[in-house]
């Protein structure tokens, strides 16, 4: 970034990431309203403090408004585990815990979740060992491309607490009775907001009915 | 995205306080529609005040009836033994909604201020969108209009009503309670939308700076309810067609009393009280059905595109009737 230019220019040799977290740096400010093209913000951009607990680490954060808890995962706080695919609330990509229940974090403002407990997918292992939905997703084969799979095991650690919360679907008629059965028609129906482009969804319900079955999520 | 400002909203007289008098102030629930439109560069609110952390997050009886505050999340309706019990069609409306990610973040309040997902709405790429753009015309009426409402249409305007809860809330009768600085009221779910005319972009009959604190549902009636919804896939998708149906039988086992709502067909909850008062006295099968459905649909018109609608839209409320009222072979 030179500063004599009114408008940021990006080096050709810099990546849009380098890009970023240097513009960052040197003003004191997260852009994430910023366009892919490095086009400058019309709007002199003001910033908030807000305080997030991510996979146990408190970060004390000045964002602007406009950042979404996607975008601060992965472009401001470099933990690019969490995947924008859709960026529109379609395709689930994105998903993470927040004080335990998953949500999009592309359409979640970072500032609204001032004070939150956010878990991504890199927060979900115990050091080396592995979380049980991680490593059945291993077992299973539950991906092919492997874009999709942060999301599909969070979302699938976030499904199983809230079938132990009694969450119904449209799959259990209602009003139930007595405790939920999670059929492979239940869990897909719990997973539909996770889209998998390459089709792994056998394997994805396999490797969630196994982790279910032992009890270990 | 536009820049804004933001602020939390401490408590409800802070909310309504500081969305003030400019009109590109707005209340923020879980954001799940308005952040995407504001990515769509659809909506471009200069101020944004957060009401998602306020207290009014109770399901609770109300009268005979029940409450469900603003704030309340869609997921927490359906899991809550008042809803389950009392109002089970409104649990599978929502159920049917979204995506469970989605319903963990959504309100009540804003589940009920969706905008449509009219193609031409959300790509200002087109330039035509009476909604978004008033007085520049409509370019779903010659476009690719499958998707669109096929009553209380105007040729401004073809959009159609997204939500799901909204149709179960209108058979159910429920009432939205609203609260600004000047005061409180009380609107019907039949009074809530407004039909395109010439003012599509007017979507609800609620003034700048109120603020949705409840839905209120009425005592419950009848045993048998259905909500059905007809999509291109199982889940996860908007409905073609829906329907919200409430059935009471009498000791002879004839209609007392039904209620039908029709989704995806129109720019609100489609209501017909003369297809539900036809029902009544008469037994519940096929024949009653097909009547009071050829009457719900009476005066329809379709377009290029969705033509499909009107016969699934029959079918739909007679199937959704049949099994509300414990017959399902229909």
Not at chain 1, 9 to 19: A, I, P, Q, S
Not at chain 1, 115 to 144: N, R
Not at chain 2, 177 to 186: A, F, I, P, W
Not at chain 2, 255 to 260: E, G, H, N, P
């Amino acid at each position: 970034m030179r500063p004599d230019k009114e408008s940021p220019e990006v080096d050709k040799d810099l990546t849009r990431r380098d890009f970023i977290a240097a513009s960052a740096v040197v003003s004191g400010i997260a852009i994430g309203g910023a366009s892919a093209s490095g086009q400058s913000i019309k709007e002199a951009a003001s910033t908030a403090p807000c305080s997030l607990t991510i996979n146990g680490s408190r970060h004390e954060l000045n964002i602007e408004p406009r950042t979404t808890v996607l975008d601060l995962l992965r472009e401001h706080l470099q933990m690019p585990g969490t995947k924008k695919g859709c960026d529109h609330g379609q395709c689930g990509a994105c998903t993470v815990l927040v004080n335990g229940e998953r949500i999009i974090s592309c359409l979640s403002l970072a500032i609204a979740q001032d004070g939150a407990i956010i878990t991504t997918i890199e927060g979900l292992a115990q050091g080396d060992e592995l979380h049980s939905m991680q490593a059945a997703f291993l077992e299973f084969d539950g991906f092919q491309c492997g874009f999709c799979t942060p999301g599909q095991i969070c979302s699938a650690v976030g499904m199983l607490k809230e079938v132990s919360n009694g969450m119904p679907s449209t799959v259990s008629s209602l009003p139930r009775t007595g405790a939920i059965e999670l059929t492979d028609s239940e869990i897909s129906e719990r997973m539909a907001g996770n889209i998998c482009r390459c089709g792994a969804y056998p394997n994805i319900v396999a490797a969630i009915r196994a982790v279910y079955q032992s009890g270990a999520a | 995205m536009n820049a804004f400002t933001y602020k939390r909203a401490t408590s409800v007289d802070d909310a309504l306080i500081s969305i003030g008098a400019p009109p590109d102030s707005k209340f923020i629930g879980g954001g799940t529609n308005l952040i995407d439109l504001m990515k769509m560069g659809v909506e471009h609110p200069a101020n944004l005040i957060d009401v998602s952390r306020l207290p009014l997050t109770n399901i609770e009886p109300h009268g005979d009836g029940t409450r469900i505050e603003g704030m309340v999340r869609n997921s927490a309706v359906v899991n809550h033994p008042l809803i389950l019990e009392r109002y089970p069609v409104l649990a599978m409306a929502i159920l049917a909604g979204a995506s469970p990610q989605i319903r963990n973040m959504a309100t009540v309040a804003g589940n009920l201020l969706q905008r449509t997902r009219c193609f031409y709405f959300y790509d200002p790429s087109y330039r035509e969108c009476n909604k978004r753009n008033p007085e520049s015309g409509c370019a779903a009426v010659a476009g690719f209009n499958r998707i669109h409402a096929i009553l209380g249409t105007s040729e401004h305007c073809i959009a159609s009503h997204p939500s799901d809860m909204a149709v179960a809330l209108a058979a159910l009768e429920a009432m939205v309670q609203v609260k600004s600085v000047r005061g409180e009221r009380s609107i019907s779910m039949a009074d809530f939308y407004r039909l395109p005319g010439n003012t599509p972009q007017v979507e609800t009959t609620l003034q700048h700076g109120e603020l949705i604190t409840s839905i209120d549902l009425p005592a419950p009636f009848g045993k048998g309810s259905h909500y059905l919804k007809v999509r291109d896939r199982n889940s996860y998708a908007f409905a073609l067609v829906s329907v919200a149906a409430v059935v009471e039988l009498d000791e002879s086992k004839r209609i007392r009393k039904a209620r039908i709502a029709l989704g995806g067909v129109a720019a609100r909850p489609w209501r017909v009280p003369e297809a539900e008062h036809i029902m009544i006295g008469k037994e519940p099968n096929e024949a009653t059905f097909k009547q009071a459905a050829y009457v719900l649909v009476q005066g329809a018109k379709p377009h290029r595109y969705n033509g499909f609608k009107v016969e699934l839209a029959r079918r739909s409320v007679v199937r959704a009737l049949s099994i509300a009222s414990g017959n399902s072979n229909a």
